[in-house]
């Protein structure tokens, strides 16, 4: 199993910066690819940047040259940056981690969500 927690967030002025973190604990073999996903009340969530094992990332059009997201394998833990924030990116951060853990069968991948924290950019 794997826990996530998360941590940062909060309210900000448009134009600031905000960081938010989320590191995974628990038995697992690797961690295959570490996400950041927000979601706006009564809207359906939405990918905002991920990174996998290596060095590649990818990123929403809306975030891009804005948002940095950032991995430390050692720690197991992804750091999301965001600069010159917009009051439209106010919504529930969520860490979203694909890890491979080890089962009876053999090495299997299972997707987790963190508990979600709340980013707030005020106009």
């Known amino acids: 199993q794997v826990q996530l927690v998360e941590s940062g967030g909060g309210l900000v002025q448009a134009g600031g910066s905000l960081r938010v973190s989320c590191a995974a604990s628990?038995?697992?073999?690797?961690?295959?690819?570490m996400s950041w996903y927000r979601q706006v009340l009564g809207k359906q969530r939405e990918l905002v940047a991920s990174q996998g094992s290596g060095a590649t990332t990818s990123y929403a059009d809306s975030v891009k040259g804005r948002f940095t997201i950032s991995r430390d394998n050692a720690k197991n833990t992804v750091h999301l940056q965001m600069n010159s924030l917009e009051p439209e990116d106010t919504a529930v951060y969520y860490c979203?981690?694909?890890?491979?853990?080890?089962?009876?069968?053999?090495?299997?991948?299972?997707?987790?969500w963190g508990q979600g924290t709340q980013v707030t950019v005020s106009s």
């Open positions: 979203y981690v694909i890890a491979a853990l080890l089962t009876p069968a053999g090495e299997r991948t299972f997707q987790y």
């Open positions: 628990g038995t697992f073999a690797s961690i295959k690819t």
